[in-house]
């Protein structure tokens, strides 16, 4: 089945990481098929920034994501410019300190990855604080898989950082799902 | 030894392709969609034992590429349409040398600089007759990664066979998506070597062609004398500058050594074909588009198919001709306004063959691809 995955932020906040991980994750440790496509330009170096994923047991032919079943915003901009193009039935999963949410919402998952990061004493991890969260309420991916992307998706002093930072956010994905 | 299974953008699939194909020399000038091409030769030819040399510009790249094909090497530029632009002469140079070397061109939307950082396949004409003489080229145009790094490949083992610059036509989307690509264990990857001379100095004609058209390739300092220029020139690689019937033997064989030997360069995938009535025909990033629409068609009933280029030049021609008769109606999906569609109309005939065009700057979506599917197929 095709699975449609859009992730929004501003620049800065590893948005574009966060799409390169998950499908690098499917591709490499998952066995799936997976397409991960960067927004390009002038707009992926500050401002909005936007990555997009396509996973499938199946070959994929058109790579792009139009209506995603799953959109993962850490920004009031990104939830603004992307919610409406959320498929019907879709899940919306949003930083909720960051991101303000209007009426009409059906499937929310909320977590606070960026206030989740800040206590942990290292902002810069809200994104794998997020990746966490997401794998954990979508089970799209096995923890495994995404754990191994994340951490040869970074430096090794930084492993530890990080793979703390992943787990904080998979428990509060599972403790969402239990909900 | 196995396959190993590796998560790359269409550039970096390109790049390993070509280290795989034993790629040894790139000398290029970075522009946008193609600079991770270079970026990332810069970083990894080294590591085997590769030159890269960034250069002035596009036209020194061109020249440096061919020069070090003469040295021995294989060798290859990757640029975008500006610099594509730029590349022509030499390329024309390429072709009148019998240089094998592989250019890559990940096309942008133009012309002139146009959209930078978005997508266009405005180039597929200028890949064919962009420099000026009668000549003819390969390209082959990959629709994803994974093609990006077999194609790659094809275009090195191409281009050593017919001694022919190969034109590598990419497009922005393809070059910076990421896909799952399978790299297979390098003695399962058929690498193909230029012919050497096997006959002694003295009795040595640089230019006299092997029985395929192609004359074997002595490269300098092997012992063997060559004498290398863009004027015409006989089979010692002398200029015969006034002499019409050189001329004639030489551009005739520069161009039958490709035309001729079409069936063996020919690659595309065929899907739905058997009762079809209606076939799209597209290559590069359009064709999974196509082939998304393609297969929505066929769920509602439509006898649709889809012929995917792979090899763009030369056009396979017989093919056309085989199947004018047996489908109704055909519709070229491209990202210009209309180029690959005057190929496939001189081929199967005008009056029948549709048009789907796009600008640059974006891909078709599969759905406006089926909504002229249905167009067509109806008659409207």
Redesign the interface.
Known sequence: MRVEIKFGGYGGQGIILMG?IT??AA??YDNK??????S???EARGGAASSNVVISDDE?????V?HPDILVVMSQGAYEKFAPLLKDGGKLIVDEDLVKLKNGEGDVAKVAATRIAEEMGKRIVANIVMLGFFTGVTKILSYEAIKKAVLAAVPERFRELNEEALERGYKKGIEWQKE | MKME???YSGNVAAAEGAIAAGCRFFAGYPIT?SSEIAEYMSRRLPQVGGIFVQMEDELASMAAILGASWGGLKTMTATSGPGFSLMQENIGLGAMTETPCVVVNVQRAGPSTGM???VGQGDVMQSRWGSHGDYELIALSPSSPQECFDLTIRAFNLAEEYRVPTMLLMD??TA?????VVVPPADKIKVVERKRPRVAPEKYLPFKPARNMVPPMACAGEGYRVHVTGLTHDERGYPQTTDPEVQEKLVRRLCDKIRKNERKMRDMEILHMDDAELALISFG?SA??S??AV?RARKKGYKVALIRLKTIWPFPEEYFEKIADDIKNFLVVEINYGQLKYEVERNVGKGRVHHLPKFGGA?H??EEIYAKIKEVYNGN
């Open positions: 390169n499908a690098r591709v490499l098929n997976a397409i991960f496509t960067p390009y330009g002038p994929i032919d058109y790579p792009y139009t | 299974v590796k998560f969609p930078p950082t978005l922005e989307s910076h998506m990421y896909e799952k990033i999974r588009s082939k998304a297969n891909v979506t599969p």
